[in-house]
T-cell receptor, first 113, second 115 residues
Framework: DADVTQTPRNRITKTGKRIMLECSQTKGHDRMYWYRQDPGLGLRLIYYSFDVKDINKGEISDGYSVSRQAQAKFSLSLESAIPNQTALYFC????????????FGSGTRLTVV | AQSVAQPEDQVNVAEGNPLTVKCTYS??????LFWYVQYPNRGLQFLLK??????LVKGSYGFEAEFNKSQTSFHLKKPSALVSDSALYFCAVRPLKAAGNKLTFGGGTRVLVKP
């Protein structure tokens, strides 16, 4: 089983709809992140959480919200999806030590029509 | 604020030739640098990192990277490229002493290795 699992893998939704992307991990890491990837822009941080009670906005949090239901689960919601939120979304985890940086999920490809 | 620049959107190289993917960074204090690779329909995979010590860092799949503090660069290299190295490569940085682990990524460089 993957260390970081994202569901769904692909999703097409209509403008104005609410959608949730889910992430679960078996790494035992406290720190979890949501990034979006756009061609030429690399990965940009949406939200991050250092533990269940610590949630922080990243550089592009407008239009998104998150929920840290447990140490292992971190969900990203689009309350009212818009077409420019079409992107590839990645969840990642890390430990606070000098490790490998992040462990990434396989991504969710979201298309808003 | 920290930043990463990958000046080439795409690098084309013939199989067996040397491969270089460029990265420059800006960060307060000493950097903690990473290279990740992304294959189609996959998440990013760790290749190598630089913290301190030897400026030449060796990583997975025969890749290495050279840290140059004066040029604030961390270029990724492979002496002999394989077709299977074709992928999207990301450089990332954070301050060595930082409150959290938040990495800043470059825009990515697509590598195409031709047979």
């Amino acid at each position: 089983d993957a260390d970081v699992t994202q569901t769904p893998r692909n999703r097409i939704t209509k403008t104005g709809k609410r959608i949730m992307l889910e992430c679960s991990q078996t790494k035992g890491h406290d720190r979890m992140y949501w990034y979006r990837q756009d061609p030429g822009l690399g990965l940009r941080l949406i939200y991050y959480s250092f533990d269940v009670k610590d949630i922080n906005k990243g550089e592009i949090s407008d239009g998104y919200s998150v929920s840290r239901q447990a140490q292992a689960k971190f969900s990203l919601s689009l309350e009212s999806a818009i077409p420019n939120q079409t992107a590839l979304y990645f969840c990642a985890t890390s430990d606070p030590g000098q490790g490998r940086g992040y462990t990434f999920g396989s991504g969710t490809r979201l298309t808003v029509v | 604020a920290q930043s990463v620049a990958q000046p080439e959107d795409q690098v084309n190289v013939a199989e067996g030739n040397p491969l270089t993917v460029k990265c420059t960074y800006s960060v307060s204090g000493n950097p903690y640098l990473f290279w990740y690779v992304q294959y189609p329909n996959r998440g990013l995979q760790f290749l190598l990192k630089y913290i301190t010590g030897d400026n030449l860092v060796k990583g997975s799949y025969g890749f290495e990277a050279e840290f140059n503090k004066s040029q604030t660069s961390f270029h990724l290299k492979k002496p002999s490229a394989l077709v299977s190295d074709s992928a999207l490569y990301f450089c990332a940085v954070r301050p060595l002493k930082a409150a959290g682990n938040k990495l800043t990524f470059g825009g990515g460089t697509r590598v195409l290795v031709k047979p």
